[in-house]
């Protein structure tokens, strides 16, 4: 499953993605100071006290309860559950050069001016294995010692160890370990151990309280809380899973730990923050509990994980999207490319659609649609209703594996030249060598752009396959589709490998 936003010409000012786990830990953790500033004032003798000023209180509409807010008690979570949330130590190595010189790829543009330049150790000679250091969090599914932390913390150790709430230690096997979900099972062999209950994290509320217990920094059993900021967050990154947003402080070292609700069920593990130092900034992610739940049945079950596969690219619909397909709202997920032989185009989806429910559930923003399949396993079959020729069309469909590779796109003729002189485009066929090298089947190549196409982001050479979801061949086909436009059209234009929807108002 694909999710592509639409290329702008901007480049805006983006915060780093930091995976906030197991980074290497240099050198001893540094004394921590408190200055308590909670001295209490001298009392003046009572007689010379000033009486205090009487306070009003707002008048309450007759037969109006009064507003109450009561802040939940963690004590109960920390003291129970906590006993559940173990400290990870991995060990994995790197190689360097044995004369104390890093070790630099030969291919590297610098490679030869280090090696020229810069002393022997640059000139290659024995490796020799550097130890790397990490550290993260998990906690306690089964009694029989199964645990659940992130894929990445784990990730290239040669050796885990697990340090439990009791400050007994045991070597951890890594069952099965899922980059795409950032998702890892571990086990330890022991018996009766404490368990944290594992929640609905569909049941999650945006401003719910949660809890974080983890290891930051190395510091074990470490409680933080905050509440829920959002749900199903789509991040930019090589996973579609439908994060829960929170204001929780995680820092590096709280990577795998749980995330509970007030009743101290785990909703989510702990997993990404949004930083521009590196540290905790407000905005942390956690993997809903749902999705690391499938994950973990599957690899206890077969030491791997499969994952379900629509087949389709798609994009968040704007107002100009929802003016050119005559939706009342822009919302849904647009989509702009189909793969071949997928169960998408068995199910009958074409570029253009707009998904606007999956199993009865609404698709708002075009993160919703990878988030609700990211729960999904391949042979599911699931309803969508989506808008197609200005009505709401119910396909099914019966999601494949998402290893498997797609199918070679046909290739056709084309036509025609001319101009659209109220998009500002020039366009051209596809010669018979550019159909070769691009497997595009139909289509026009865009040989200029100007007025409202330039300015919506076309670009000359981008070739445009569609008009408001209506393939085109020629240019005829292009007026007719524009001339039934009111507001705005929606060019579907493929550029390099991807394929993008644009719209461009009509000058």
């Known amino acids: 499953m694909q999710n592509e936003g639409a290329v702008t010409a901007i480049t805006a000012k983006r915060l780093t993605l930091a995976l906030c786990a197991a980074g290497v830990i240099g050198g001893a953790v540094g004394a921590i100071t408190v200055n308590h500033n909670n001295a209490v004032a001298q009392g003046a003798p009572a007689a010379l006290a000033p009486a205090p000023a009487p306070v009003t209180a707002p008048p309450v509409a007759a037969g109006a309860p009064a507003a109450t807010v009561t802040l939940p008690d963690f004590t109960r979570i920390a003291a129970q559950n906590g006993k559940a949330v173990v400290n990870i130590r991995v060990v994995g190595s790197t190689k360097t050069s044995a004369r104390g010189g890093p070790q630099m790829d030969p291919n590297d543009p610098f490679y030869e001016f280090f090696r020229r330049f810069q002393g022997p150790q640059y000139r290659g000679g024995p490796q020799r294995d550097q130890p790397v250091y990490g550290a993260g ?67 999650l509320q945006v401003g719910e309280w949660v809890l974080a217990i983890g290891s930051p920094f190395g510091l074990e059993s470490t409680v933080t809380a905050g509440v829920v900021s959002a749900t199903g967050r789509n991040l930019p990154s090589d996973t579609n899973v439908p994060f829960i947003q929170t204001d929780v402080a995680i820092n590096p070292g709280n990577s ?97 659609d707009v998904v606007r429910s999956l199993n009865g559930n609404q698709i708002i923003g075009s993160g919703d649609l990878p988030g609700m399949l990211a729960v999904s396993k391949p042979g599911d079959k699931v309803v969508l209703d989506v808008w197609r020729d200005g009505k709401i069309v119910r396909l099914n469909a019966t999601l494949a594996n998402a290893s498997d590779k797609a199918e070679p796109a046909e290739r056709e003729q084309l036509a025609d030249l001319d101009k659209g002189a109220k998009l500002g485009l020039a366009l051209r066929p596809l010669e018979p060598i550019e159909q070769r090298q ?66 461009v108002r009509i000058g």
Do not use: C
């Open 256 to 352: 795998g730990g749980p995330l509970f609700n007030t009743r101290g069920e785990v909703v989510g593990i702990n997993s990404q923050i949004y930083s521009q130092t590196g540290g905790y900034m407000g905005m942390s992610f956690a993997i809903p509990m749902d999705v690391a739940v499938r994950i973990k049945d599957q690899i206890v079950a077969t030491g791997k994980v499969q994952h379900a596969k629509l087949g389709v690219a798609i994009q968040d619909v704007n107002q100009g999207f929802a003016d050119s397909f005559n939706l009342a709202s822009p919302e849904g997920a647009l989509v702009a490319n189909v793969e071949r032989g997928s169960a998408a185009e068995r199910a009958g989806l074409k570029a253009g």
């Open 137 to 203: 969090s998990g906690f306690i599914v089964s009694p029989d010692g199964v645990i659940l932390t992130n894929a990445h913390v784990v990730q290239g150790a040669d050796e885990v160890t697990v340090k439990l709430a009791d400050r007994r230690e045991f070597r951890a096997k890594v069952l099965g370990s899922d980059p795409k979900t950032d998702v890892a099972v571990l086990k330890i062999d022991a018996k009766n151990l404490p368990v944290a209950p594992l929640g609905n994290s569909r049941n």
């Open 438 to 503: 691009s497997g595009i089947s139909s289509g026009l190549v865009i040989e200029d752009a100007g007025g409202p196409a330039i300015a919506a982001g076309v670009l000359p050479g981008d070739v445009l396959l569609s008009v408001n979801g209506k393939p085109v061949s020629s240019v005829a086909q292009v007026r007719e589709m524009v001339s039934k436009s009111a507001k705005s059209v929606a060019l579907l234009i493929q550029r390099g490998n991807d394929r993008i929807f644009i719209p």
